[in-house]
T-cell receptor, first 111, second 113 residues
Framework: GESVGLHLPTLSVQEGDNSIINCAYSNSASDYFIWYKQESGKGPQFIID?????DKRQGQRVTVLLNKTVKHLSLQIAATQPGDSAVYFC??????????FGSGTRLQVQP | DSGVTQTPKHLITATGQRVTLRCSPRSGDLSVYWYQQSLDQGLQFLIQ???????AKGNILERFSAQQFPDLHSELNLSSLELGDSALYFCASSPPGREETQYFGPGTRLLVL
């Protein structure tokens, strides 16, 4: 499959461990944030979102934390599985503007 | 499968040529977005259409244009192609009232030789 961002920061974890992927955003006026997962050769896949009036949101095996004070977003994946290996992007939105994507983090899950 | 379809999956062409990429949004979605993903630049927003009309423009070159048709499918036209236009081109769609939640298609990989 195609490679995306050959020089992306990489997080390597053992299968079964928890993963934490971090993202710093720049616009303090951003009011909506999304995490996407992109597997090799595929389009970005929606994982979870959070609005700026929240600081935590949980999904199935995933949790997103938002710290507006330091403009930081994180994605926590519980009990990481080999199928979680992918590139993860955070994206932010301000008002009705288009999404602005971060540069991505590659997650490698070691069996 | 997000429900967004894109054709073709791969496209190889020469510099100076013109190509058209096609996108069909998810059923019921009115918004269509186009993105370019290069190896060294991540996802770059190009343009958004809503129900046939242009709504937002990003870093789209003048050589590129897009449109959304009455049946809501969209086409991205790339002309006078250069080597640097080689990239993955993604289309995304979003449902009415939830425009911030975008669902991406599988992409078209363009290689300009």
């Amino acid at each position: 499959g195609e490679s995306v961002g050959l020089h992306l920061p990489t997080l390597s974890v053992q299968e079964g461990d928890n993963s934490i992927i971090n993202c710093a955003y720049s616009n303090s006026a951003s009011d909506y944030f999304i995490w996407y997962k992109q597997e090799s050769g595929k389009g970005p896949q929606f994982i979870i979102d959070i609005r700026s009036n929240m600081d935590k949101r949980q999904g199935q095996r995933v949790t997103v934390l938002l710290n507006k004070t330091v403009k930081h977003l994180s994605l926590q994946i519980a009990a990481t599985q080999p199928g979680d290996s992918a590139v993860y992007f955070c994206a932010e939105r301000t008002g009705r503007r288009a999404l602005t994507f971060g540069s991505g983090t590659r997650l490698q899950v070691q069996p | 499968d997000s429900g967004v379809t894109q054709t073709p999956k791969h496209l190889i062409t020469a510099t100076g040529q013109r190509v058209t990429l096609r996108c069909s949004p998810r059923s019921g979605d009115l918004s269509v977005y186009w993105y370019q993903q290069s190896l060294d630049q991540g996802l770059q927003f190009l343009i958004q259409y809503y129900n046939g009309e242009e709504r937002a423009k990003g870093n789209i070159l003048e050589r590129f244009s897009a449109q959304q048709f009455p049946d809501l499918h969209s086409e991205l036209n790339l002309s006078s192609l250069e080597l640097g236009d080689s990239a993955l081109y993604f289309c995304a769609s979003s449902p009415p009232g939830r425009e911030e939640t975008q669902y991406f298609g599988p992409g078209t990989r363009l290689l300009v030789l």
